[in-house]
Each structure stands twice: as C-alpha cells, then as structure tokens.
C-alpha cells in the first residue's frame, strides 16, 4: 500500500487514532534499510520505480497547506505521524523537517501529538537521537532479541546490530514507545520460549514508557504468516504487565 503524497489522510490508526501522515520518501517507491517479510508496502525491490525524497521545504508546504485545510474545516486530528513507505529517518533532511514539523503543529494543531515510526537502525547517529528526542511519540522497533532473528525477519542492510541500536535506545532513558510485531512463519515462532524471553529481557533493560504489541493486519510479501490474536499476545506479555510496564495491544479478535 504505497503513499502517492507526502502528506496523507488524516487516516484512522488503531495505535494513534485519527492521524495526519507524512511520507518522507518516494511517493511513487519504497525506500527501506529494513525488508521486513511482513511490509505492508511489500518487497523493496518491487518498489524502486521512484527514487525522489521530498525536501524539507516541500514537506513544510504541503503539511501547512494541510493543517489549514484542516483547521478552516474544523476537523481535529491526534497525531501528525511520520510513516509513509520505509524508514523516515533516511530522509537526509530529517531533523530540519521534525523542527519544522513542531513549530507548525504549535500554531495550527498544539493538542496533536508529534509521532515517528522508526525501524531505531540510525537512533546511534547524533543528530537522529536528537530529533527523535523533541517528538512527543518515538515509536521504536525491536522485532527479536537476536541479529539472527532480526536478519529472519527484518532483512536489514548490512551492518545491522542489534546490540548498538539496544544502547542506542538506552539513551531516551525509557522515554519512548517500543514496538514489536508478533507473528509465527513456518521456522520462527515469537511465542516460542527463547524468542519471548529473550525480547522480554530487552525490555526490562530499555524499560520504555510503554510498549506497543502488535501483528499482522494486511496482506505480508511473504506468504504463509500467521498472526496473533490479542488474548494469546495478552497472556504472552502477561509477566511484563505484572512487572508494571505499560503495554498497547493490538490485533486479531
């Protein structure tokens, strides 16, 4: 499902209600340093037709033009999200446009909140960590505990380490949402034992303000995944609700 505008909907979202996306990559492309085998927007490869970013002044345009829109016809929004088709963050512009992002949700929107959703492989360079710090929902993902899981999975670009992006994210100090999609595939099961508890003890060591837990929704790239429904990821989580942590689920019925 690809985005054809930088700035979309607003669209209903199950995790941010009624939300105003900003894609801040190809509108006619995918542009992804992840190749998750669960991407909505399907494989990378099958989304190289379109290779232009949009800069930070047309993002700055299009999302002032859209918020007046917005506010002449009195309809209120909850969230401005940055999604859109692969990894905001690789957009070189990206700290300017979160600062210009902040300034025009103050003047036409202030109770919206400022949201990113980021697959956290760029949190270790400087001037991410800080812009993604000033946004009121850093939406993070660790999908499993291990590099092995990840490259399962995710399909990073190389160079991918799960380790420096746990050190990275140690640095919001738990002041950021953690994200995880749970689904089971013929050779992988995030239910399983090891997987559970290895992804659990990450999350006691970043412990985020709160924890998203989610699964499939639409159609996957690859086939043959299984999703979750939301008492089976409720009694999987179970001891880290008991621990005190503040965990969103959503998913099948």
Not at 119 to 139: C, G, M, S
Not at 143 to 154: E, H, K, S
Request: glycine content about 8%.
């Amino acid at each position: 499902m690809m985005r054809e505008e930088t700035v979309f909907g607003p669209i209903h979202s199950r995790r941010l209600g009624r939300s105003l996306g900003i894609n801040l990559l190809p509108t006619r492309g995918k542009l992804c340093n992840f190749d998750c085998i669960y991407c909505e927007c399907g494989w990378n490869r099958d989304g190289r037709g379109d290779t232009v970013l949009p800069t930070a002044a047309k993002v700055r345009a299009d999302l002032e033009n859209k918020l007046m829109e917005l506010m002449l016809e009195g309809k209120a929004i909850d969230s401005i999200t940055f999604s859109g088709d692969g990894e905001p963050t690789l957009n070189p512009e990206f700290p300017r446009i979160i600062d210009d992002t902040l300034f025009l949700r103050d003047a036409y929107c202030p109770g919206a909140k400022v949201s990113v959703l980021s697959n956290a492989t760029r949190v270790h360079i400087p001037e991410i960590f800080e812009a993604l710090r000033k946004v009121d929902n850093p939406i993070l993902k660790i999908d499993a505990p291990t590099d092995g899981l990840v490259a399962r999975i995710n399909q990073p670009a190389p160079g991918y380490s799960l380790a420096r992006v746990i050190e990275a994210l140690e640095r919001f100090e738990g002041n950021f949402v953690l994200q995880t999609m749970f689904l089971k595939s013929k050779d992988f099961d995030s239910a399983s034992p090891e997987v559970l508890n290895g992804w659990m003890d990450i999350v006691r060591r970043l412990k985020p303000r709160q924890v998203m837990v989610y699964t499939l929704d639409r159609p996957t790239p690859e086939p043959g995944l299984e999703a979750f429904s939301v008492e089976k990821m409720r009694t999987l989580v179970q001891p880290l609700i008991d621990e005190g942590f503040s965990i969103d689920i959503k998913g099948k019925e």
